[in-house]
């Protein structure tokens, strides 16, 4: 009985572990309400890029400017955690079935 428990946390960890590589990997992207700073996040939340999204001048000050990019970073950063999240609880679901909450 403990055997098959131990195969089975074995199996969730080998799992989990492929999930968080390949979510390093993977690219998320999030946006601005105006739509004007886009970013790019890996799968873990990490910055991997931004940008903005129009090659047109503006009259933007920095405060406003700074906080474009912090909404596009978290928006992509949020983005990122919900796959995150949805892969683990899809993972634990399939190697664990019949546990509450999974």
Known sequence: MFGNILEKVQQAKA?????????????????????FV??????????????????QPTELGLTELESMIFEAVSTAQTNASTASSAAMKEAAKDILPGIPGL
């Open 15 to 35: 799992k989990a572990e492929a999930i968080q590589a390949d979510l390093s990997n993977a690219r998320f992207e999030g946006q601005d309400a105006s739509g």
């Open 38 to 55: 886009s970013a790019i996040v890996n799968g873990n939340g990490k910055l991997i890029s931004f940008s903005f999204l129009t090659d």
